[in-house]
């Protein structure tokens, strides 16, 4: 039987390439490649592993027709990046969307096709309801427009990412060598972060699987779950990124739970103080026995009051349970920012004594405050610090005379994790453990953390105080984790701001999706946002959702002429930026020789010089005078980071920085600000984003 003809579109491309190396060793089909340059040494080398070559291009469309002759599959795509480095954003727009018309149309005139596989986005602009326009986007979105009004293509056409409709695609997934630069990383860069962090003397780390619950009307929710079994799928789902995140880390690490991650069941029995779902038991105690198995420890995270006594109730029976070995296994977290905490760490206290089990106890600040309602909420943040370092202090003294008036009451066997990025916090306590070390008293054992990429200063601090000082006394032993968290950065940097609590599942993009994640998510794209049921994707369409959604100093609000004013000068001044200037960053980054890149490097500094500059002449330190971020600096933080990070560890010319103290201080002035802001820099991890922006640009210039 013949061989069906697969003919693939960019097969020099990161995309295309990739699809050949799947399907090559695959009898069924005959591999034709479509390129430019036949005689490029990519394409040359292609055509030694027994792939036809064939040369058409995208801007001529009668040169498709006669590639695709005889294909029974067609994978199409298109590059807005590379036109956007010489054309800036919207003319890039125009021509990459002609070039898709061009495979769309050529694809619908191949008379023996049976499936198109069409590389695509999520359309923003009809799902912001017009207010939103991303150029990479909607030149795609044109050609899905096209294709939704031919039936007859439409019924052979899959966009790339929809895996439940292409059983051929789902295969050919698993077998994608290449990674999307966004919201996640896969199993193999975790385990690679992870050493890392170890190798620079960090006890271990925390990791933490969270999942949105989808938000799903309840008759959408009973096709999901199959009633007859008694089986729910959120659970399900839930236990097994669970025991998939506890299989990345080890010896020593800490696995933290949210449990309102597991779904609408479990966070209905949590609110209304009801026993857990069955299926929910049973999934906690197989994920703490699996974690025992890897000596893993396991944090249950606090949440927000309305389902904080269901967890503390869950947390205490899994420390009952297991805590009994002398060591704490079960964490239970605390937030100094509330006003109760002292009495009920108190009272969980007594019963860890009479129950004769350990007591895990992780102290955190607290993370709900936007949301929670504010008589719970200590006055000031110096009301917090104080509450917050004196149950510190108690719990390592092991003396509670300031929570209760039974002076008789002895302490409990007890661990301590102090997650906090507050340097002083963080010294006070670890005096207090030195001290009592030197005087022979009771030691309780205390750990450390931080996010990664945040209060490393802290983290660093702690590691050093791990040695002998001159004295040649020895400092209690220091424990330090790093708290890993990654994802879509300008998505980031508007949460952080905003302050809005969030959950993130980590998606591996080397696999396909589950159909968990498609049931909430149905194109399977990242990074997303689920906001009560509705989904929205693109970082910075989420990160302007956000500012929109929730009012504050991030945008104007108000009706009013001055405020459309303001939102205008900062939507103008991110345009300008983004296709005046960074345009030319790129150009610079992704030259093929040294003189290229630095005539970029120059139109770069130039264009800074000609058209931002005068933007930013009355920023204090943020745009239009505002001593807050806005949303100016939101849509652009995680670029500035870059622009100015990158040539300085040898990525794109120096001079694309070099000069920009003298020719462009506003800018300079204002660049620095945003990348010392916490918001900004929160999950920036600079040697990660130089090493992976060198291998990027290695591969494509390869």
């Not at 996640?184 to 890392?196: F, L, M, R, Y």
């Not at 990242?526 to 100093?553: K, R, W």
Request: proline content about 4%; some cysteine.
């Amino acid at each position: 039987m013949a061989r069906k003809i697969v003919t693939v579109v960019g097969a020099t491309g990161v995309q295309g390439g990739s699809i050949i190396d799947a399907l090559l060793n695959d009898d069924r089909y005959h591999i034709r490649a479509v390129t430019r340059n036949v005689e490029s040494q990519p394409a040359k080398a292609l055509t030694a592993r027994g792939v036809e070559v064939v040369q058409a291009t995208t801007d001529d469309a009668l040169s498709l027709t006669d590639a695709f002759e005889g294909s029974a599959i067609i994978f199409g795509v298109t590059d807005f990046f590379g036109l956007f480095a010489s054309h800036g954003a919207f003319e890039a727009m125009e021509i990459e969307s002609r070039q898709a018309l061009n495979l769309a149309k050529a694809a619908a005139a191949t008379r023996t096709l049976e499936h198109y596989v069409w590389s695509t986005l999520p359309d923003a602009k009809t799902q912001s309801s017009g207010q939103f326009l991303v150029p990479h986007f909607e030149s795609k979105n044109i050609a899905d427009r096209f294709i939704l009004s031919q039936p007859e293509l439409l019924a052979k056409t899959t966009p790339l990412f929809n895996i439940e409709r292409n059983p051929f695609l789902h295969t050919m997934l698993k077998n994608l060598l290449y990674n999307h630069f966004c919201a996640g990383e896969n199993a193999s860069e975790v385990k690679a972060t992870i050493n890392n962090i170890k190798n620079m003397g960090f006890r271990g780390v925390i990791l933490t699987y969270a999942k949105e619950t989808s938000g799903k009307s309840s008759s959408e929710k009973d096709s999901l779950n199959d009633e007859s079994q008694g089986v729910d799928n959120e659970i399900m789902a839930w236990h097994q990124g669970v025991l998939q995140t506890i299989r990345m880390i080890g010896d020593g690490d800490f696995l933290a739970l949210k449990l309102t991650g597991a779904g609408e069941a479990v966070t209905t029995a949590l609110s209304s103080g009801k026993p857990l779902p069955e299926q929910m038991e049973s999934a906690l105690l197989d994920v703490c026995n699996e974690a025992i198995s890897r000596h893993v420890n396991v944090f249950v995270d606090a949440e927000q009051h309305h389902v904080q006594p269901g967890i503390d109730k869950v947390a205490l029976n899994l420390m009952r349970r297991y805590n009994r070995s002398g060591v704490a296994v079960v964490f239970n977290t605390y937030q100094g920012y509330l006003k109760s905490t002292p009495r009920i760490l108190l009272d969980h206290l007594h019963k860890a004594r009479e129950e004769e089990f350990v007591m895990g106890i992780k102290l955190v600040r607290g993370a709900y405050m936007s949301t929670e309602p504010r008589h719970l909420i200590h006055n000031t943040k110096e009301e917090t610090d104080i509450s917050y370092d004196s149950i510190a202090e108690g719990l390592i003294r092991g003396q509670y005379a300031d929570w209760t008036q039974d002076e008789a009451f002895n302490s409990p066997k007890l661990e301590l994790f102090l997650a906090t990025h507050n340097l002083p916090s963080t010294l006070k306590a670890q005096k207090l453990q030195n001290s009592r070390m030197h005087a022979q008293l009771p030691l309780i054992r205390i750990q450390y953390g931080q996010l990664l990429g945040m209060a490393d200063e802290v983290s660093l601090t702690l590691l050093q105080t791990n040695r002998e000082d001159t004295s040649g006394k020895r400092f209690a032993a220091t424990e330090v984790y790093k708290c890993l968290t990654w994802g879509a950065h300008r998505a980031h940097i508007a949460l952080n701001e905003l302050k809005l609590p969030f959950e993130e599942e980590i998606i591996d993009l080397s696999t396909p999706r589950t159909p968990e994640y498609l049931a909430v998510n149905p194109r399977g794209l990242v990074p997303s946002l689920s906001y009560n049921g509705q989904i929205i994707t693109e970082s910075g369409i989420v990160a302007q959702f956000l500012a929109d959604a929730h009012p504050s100093h991030l945008v104007p609000t108000g009706g009013t002429p001055e405020a459309a004013l303001a939102r205008a000068r900062i939507n103008f001044f991110v345009d300008i930026y983004f296709t005046k200037a960074n345009s030319q960053y790129h150009k610079a980054l992704f030259a093929k020789t040294n003189e290229e890149a630095e005539a970029a490097a120059q139109e770069f500094v130039k264009q800074l010089e000609k058209e931002v500059e005068p933007l930013l002449s009355d920023a204090a330190p943020y745009f239009g005078g505002s001593k807050t971020l806005t949303l100016a600096e939101v849509l652009t933080g995680s670029f500035i980071l870059r622009l100015l990070a990158l040539p300085k560890n040898g990525v794109g010319p120096e001079s694309l920085i070099k000069d920009l103290p003298t020719k462009t201080p506003n800018f300079y002035k204002w660049a620095t600000a945003v990348i010392e802001h916490p918001s900004v820099n929160s999950i920036w991890n600079e040697e990660n984003v130089v090493s992976r922006t060198k291998a990027f640009l290695e591969k494509q210039k390869a």
